[in-house]
């Protein structure tokens, strides 16, 4: 909680945590202020923003309002981004913990493996996985986590190594502790920051290959994505250009809130080093 | 006497900016230094001897605020770094830029400073080099620092220091970083290089026994005050302040830790403790 | 120079194991795909009987198991064959040939612009860290660097192709056009300039930060204090001193964020309907021509670890002391 504070304290961590707050907040209580189907016509297509109360931000060519149609896009923007980054965490931290502990041959083979994953680049490993296995939800958030789970594993493992170099073992049994909790306990406070930022930079850049797979028609077909948006609205560019602009403004905030909310949580966390 | 001093310090202070509070490092130094004097500046950790050798050579950090003046008479207007007074640090493997050659490097601040050609520049580095006995200069300039042995560094450090020609050389514990072998070396070097060119030297040190072979004066410093300064024979011989009298006395390294030393104090007075005194452990 | 040539051979050593487990991952893919090469050759050509569907998979091995199957597809990619495009009916690897040099000179022009100018303009932000200049940079830098990069097009599109009518909507050059020389160099040039754009602004932000930030850590440095003990003048201090330092890990990053920025170039080509590899990925995904999507992928994968190569040639160059088993006694 001192951390929060911490945070806020921050320029950049107050505005990344309040556009965040803000956006998981309508994402959230959407289908309560806009209850029925997003993609239902509203009203005449084409509507400009700032012009007519009842559509706020106007209407796409079908008449569909983009207001609703944006809110209910932070739903799955945020779904996918926080999902993928905790897969993509989840596996980092398996893969590199073990690549760590077992160390030799299990450590060299893991680490090839690694090392290959990141030198596709994500974007087209996520192309190639969802173009198996058809998009949709589950796949997608794989698909980016495929991507992402390196950088996780290569900071979990050496967490582990460093680990392995101080002698816990006879520490704990010294202290009185099981070596478990010591090592958990050492692991989680060294690595929080790293871990932290780290998680910043895989949601955001999960936000936008997210946005990317559904401009491309990658994305699942049922839901209302800020990228799909911008496919659509590039079918008007030349007379409805904000019906592509608006959703793509809608992603530099987002990923500009996590990127700042990232760096006010490692500046608090220096900060703090500093009054310790 | 005779006519004005090359440094004039008068009531110089010195405070450390930390976020909200403010730490005094310096208070209320007051001394002159004749051109061509030697002065060891003596002190333990703490006691601001750095700070005043950093304030007097204008390196102070962003953080640190002045009160009181520092001026050099003689050179009419504020000393040039480089051109007028010369730095050589503690860390010798920190002070050289790790991904220019040596020979370019040194170079580099004869040409600022004496505004000859690059290929003039190089030759006067390799005499620099040569004369700070770094052995085949001459190819050794395309040479990078981390080539070099720590005490081969400081030597470059000090050819460095010195390429710009100046009048006052600052040494911020020159040796304190080396092993004593190496040290000797380095000290007879300083000791050479200062007479040869009539320098004025400013260094600092927590070694007692390298302050009465190099320096002609010594000033001590205590809690960021100047509590003693003078000749350093009739310091030694007669210290006026409690506080020398009882560093002469233990003939202490001042780098020892607290709890062997065998000086106390509770600001005013210092005492010495005698070995059948002291506990165990 | 040495030094070079043995990390040059240490790293392609290194390459061969992770090109090895690329080629394991693009064949569970193409397993994984629902039919084989056999399926889709017959569903271009209008299909066989079953003695003649068992004839041509036992002629192209793929009647056997799977160990074998992968034996065959490894072999054939050591010989440089990448499988049969079922989209173009035509190897792979003629295909991709093709679309590359596209390619090529969209992401050489977009890392000459992001690596470049975003470097000038940090050792710019850099020069005073927290002045006025560096926080406006580092900020708009931190809003640019959070532009989907097909966005970004989208919107220079619609300020320069359709409101000023200065610059073409996409494509490589005007089609049919018949231009030679210097007329076609700048047909294409004029037609690049936005997709470059594109793919160029949001990383030139992201090398701006990083060159700034380097420079703030370098500045900190005992050396730089004492080379302004030495009285170096300040032009030269930020130059020769402390940027020269900062470049390296950024040069470090150029390496790894070169795969990130390949990806980005397949969205780009695909808004700019640039004939390059990274719409070839795309035609395959929405023709469902696995074997060509996983040729795009290996290719990638090469190119990544070539570009890996040279910028680890290029950091030995720059730093003396990579290759250095320590100082001298």
Redesign the interface.
């Known amino acids: 909680m001192k951390i929060l504070r911490a945070m806020i304290l921050t320029g950049e961590g107050a505005a990344g945590l309040g556009v965040l707050t803000c956006l998981v907040l309508a994402a959230l209580t959407a289908p309560l202020f806009f209850p029925g189907d997003p993609l239902a016509i509203v009203g005449p297509p084409l509507v400009s923003p700032f012009s007519d109360t009842a559509y706020p931000l106007g209407t796409d060519r079908l008449g569909r309002s983009v207001t609703v149609e944006l809110i209910y896009g932070a739903r799955t923007t945020l779904l996918v981004a926080i999902t993928s980054a905790a897969t993509a965490l989840g596996i980092g931290a398996l893969v590199g913990t073990l690549a760590g502990f077992f160390g030799g041959i299990v450590d060299e083979v893991l680490m090839r493996i690694t090392e290959a994953f990141q030198t596709i680049p994500a974007f087209l490993l996520s192309l190639a996985f969802i173009s198996v296995t058809g998009p949709a939800i589950p796949t997608i958030v794989l698909a980016i986590a495929l991507g992402a789970w390196p950088q996780p594993a290569r900071i979990a493992r050496a967490e582990v190594l460093s680990l392995r170099e101080r002698d816990f073992v006879a520490a704990a049994r010294v202290v009185g502790m099981h070596p478990l909790e010591i090592a958990v306990r050492e692991i989680l406070l060294n690595a929080l920051t790293p871990v932290v930022s780290l998680a910043a930079v895989i949601v955001a850049a999960a936000v936008l290959i997210e946005a990317a797979l559904s401009f491309l028609g990658l994305g699942d077909p049922n839901r209302v994505t800020w990228g799909s948006m911008i496919a659509e609205g590039r079918t008007v560019l030349r007379g409805a250009p904000f019906l592509s602009i608006v959703p793509g403004l809608a992603l530099v905030v987002t990923v500009l809130a996590v990127h700042l909310t990232g760096r006010g949580f490692v500046a608090a966390i220096g900060a703090r080093r500093i009054e310790a | 006497m005779s006519a004005a001093p090359f440094l004039s310090v008068r009531g110089l202070g010195v405070h450390y900016r930390d976020g909200r509070r403010r730490v005094a490092a310096l208070h209320d130094v007051d001394f002159d230094l004749a051109l061509g004097g030697r002065l060891a500046l003596v002190g333990e950790s703490g006691s601001g001897k750095s700070t005043l050798a950093l304030a007097i050579a204008g390196l102070l950090p962003e953080n640190a605020s002045i009160t009181g003046t520092i001026s050099f008479p003689s050179l009419g207007a504020a000393p040039r770094p480089g051109r007028d007074l010369g730095v050589v640090f503690q860390d010798p493997g920190g002070s050289l830029n790790p991904v220019l050659s040596i020979g370019d490097q040194i170079a580099e601040i004869v040409v600022v400073h004496r505004g000859v050609s690059w290929r003039a520049a190089r030759s006067i580095a390799a005499e620099l080099l040569d004369r700070v006995r770094i052995p085949q200069a001459q190819a050794r300039l395309h040479g990078f620092p981390h080539e070099f042995s720590g005490g081969q560094r400081q030597r470059i450090a000090m050819a460095a220091a010195l390429a710009g020609e100046p009048r006052l050389l600052i040494a911020d514990e020159p040796t304190s970083a080396l092993d004593t072998v190496v040290q000797r070396e380095l000290v007879l070097l300083l000791d050479e290089l200062v007479r040869e060119r009539g320098l004025t030297l400013l260094f600092v040190t927590h070694d007692i026994a390298l302050a009465s072979e190099l320096a002609d004066e010594v000033a001590v410093l205590l809690g960021g005050r100047m509590v003693e300064h003078g000749p350093i024979g009739s310091v030694f011989a007669a210290p006026a302040h409690a506080y020398t009298r009882a560093l002469l006395e233990t003939r202490l390294d001042l780098d020892t830790p607290l709890s062997a030393r065998l000086l106390e104090s509770d600001g005013q007075t210092f005492t010495v403790r005698r070995p059948s005194e002291m506990s165990n452990g | 120079m040495r030094r070079a040539l043995i990390l040059l051979l240490r790293r392609l050593i290194g390459a061969v194991?992770?090109?090895l487990?690329?080629a394991v991952?693009a064949f569970l893919?193409l397993e994984?795909?629902p039919g084989d090469a056999v399926d889709a050759y017959l569903a271009a050509t209008g299909g066989a009987d079953s003695e003649r569907v068992s004839e041509l998979r036992a002629e192209w091995g793929l009647d056997r198991g799977p160990l074998q199957r992968f034996l065959a597809y490894a072999a054939a990619l050591a010989r440089g064959d990448l499988g049969w495009s079922t989209a173009f009916q035509r190897p792979v690897l003629d295909v991709i040939s093709e679309r590359l040099p596209s390619t090529l000179i969209l992401m050489g022009l977009a890392t000459a612009l992001a690596f470049g100018v975003g470097s000038l303009l940090g050792i710019f932000a850099g020069a005073r860290p927290g002045s006025l200049r560096d926080r406006a940079l580092s900020l708009t830098s931190?809003?640019v660097?959070?532009?989907?990069?097909?966005?970004l097009g989208?919107?220079l599109?619609?300020i320069f192709a359709?409101d000023l009518r200065w610059l073409p909507i996409g494509g490589l050059e005007t089609i049919a056009s018949g231009k030679s020389g210097l007329d076609r160099f700048l047909d294409i040039g004029r037609h690049l300039l936005l997709p470059v754009a594109s793919l160029g602004i949001v990383y030139l932000a992201l090398y701006l930060r990083l060159m700034r930030d380097s420079m703030a850590e370098i500045w900190k440095?005992?050396?730089v204090?004492?080379?302004?003990?030495?009285?170096?003048?300040r032009r030269?201090l930020i130059l020769?001193?402390v940027a020269?330092?900062a470049l390296?890990p950024v040069v470090t990053m150029l390496g790894l964020q070169f795969?990130?920025m390949?990806?980005?170039s397949?969205?780009v080509e695909?808004v700019f309907a640039i004939p390059g590899v990274g719409r070839l990925?795309?035609e395959?995904?929405?023709q469902?021509d696995?074997p060509l999507?996983?040729g795009?992928?290996l290719i990638?994968?090469v190119i990544?670890?070539a570009v890996n190569l040279l910028t680890d040639i290029a950091y030995a160059v720059?730093?003396?002391?990579v290759g250095?088993s320590g100082?001298?006694?």
């Open positions: 194991p992770v090109l487990i690329v991952g893919l994984a795909a931190l809003a660097y959070a532009m989907p990069g097909f966005w989208l919107v599109i619609v359709v440095e005992d050396f204090r004492a080379a302004r003990a030495r009285g170096i003048p030269r020769r001193h020269r330092n390296l795969g990130s390949l990806g980005g397949i969205v695909g990925a795309l395959a995904v929405s469902r696995i999507l996983l795009v992928m990638s994968a990544v670890i720059l730093d003396p002391r250095s100082t001298a006694a």
